[in-house]
Every structure is written in C-alpha cells, then in structure tokens.
C-alpha cells in the first residue's frame, strides 16, 4: 500500500494549509488514517488520527486549529490546518493502518510533506 501526500508549503503565521493524501494498492480496509510531524531535531509525533466510525485524536499543541476528516471512498485523509504558527513547522507524514489481498495487516507511511510558518 503506499501513500501519496500533498499540500504543504510555506505559509505567514496566522494563515491556513490542508494537507491531502492518498492511500492506493490492494486494500482491503482501512482502520486507521493520521498525521504525524518532524521537527528538525526532534522525535517524530502524533498530530491527528481518525479511525474507522469518524472517532478523532489531537495533540494538545492542534487541538482547537486543525481538523483531520477521511473520504473512505477515495481512500484519502486530510488535515486542515487554520491559525498557523512558527512552532508548526515540520515535515508532516500520513500513515494509514488497516488490511490488504484480503487479510494481510498492513501499516504504511507516506513521503512526507515540509510545512513552514514562517513571516
């Protein structure tokens, strides 16, 4: 399965970007789509997850700024991102888990997509 992500760039403080990305292979279902983040130096964390049903999760640093949603049919996960600031400047990956050919468990990343907050 691989994952095709788009959307990034460089925005002013304040501003908005939606970040996209496309799961395409032999999938069979998918439970859970996200977002994570890497910040030059610093570990690889979670920003937002949806899972199967539309139940979400936010770090405490997005909550309130970004929103993640899913269109099941295009097997594709966005996050929205509004109220931009410095801080979140990292390169933004998607990652998807569910099953492949039938039932074979898969956890797959994308790219990866650099966003900078920068005036």
């Known amino acids: 399965v691989q994952l095709q992500a788009s959307g990034g760039g460089l925005v002013q403080p304040g501003g908005s970007l939606r970040l996209s990305c496309a799961a395409s292979?032999?999938?069979?279902?998918?439970?859970?789509m996200g977002w994570y983040r890497q910040a030059p130096g610093k570990q690889r964390d979670m920003v937002a997850t949806?899972?199967?049903?539309?139940?979400?999760i936010y770090a405490d640093s997005v909550k309130g700024r970004f929103t993640i949603s899913r269109d099941n049919a295009k097997n594709t996960v966005y996050l929205q991102m509004n109220s931009l600031k410095p801080e979140d400047t990292a390169v933004y990956y998607c990652?998807?888990?569910?099953?492949?050919?039938?039932?074979?468990?898969?956890?797959?990343w994308g790219q990866g997509t650099q966003v900078t907050v920068s005036s």
């Open positions: 990652t998807t888990v569910g099953l492949r050919n039938g039932l074979i468990p898969f956890n797959s």
């Open positions: 292979g032999t999938i069979s279902y998918i439970n859970t």
């Open positions: 949806i899972i199967t049903g539309g139940s979400t």
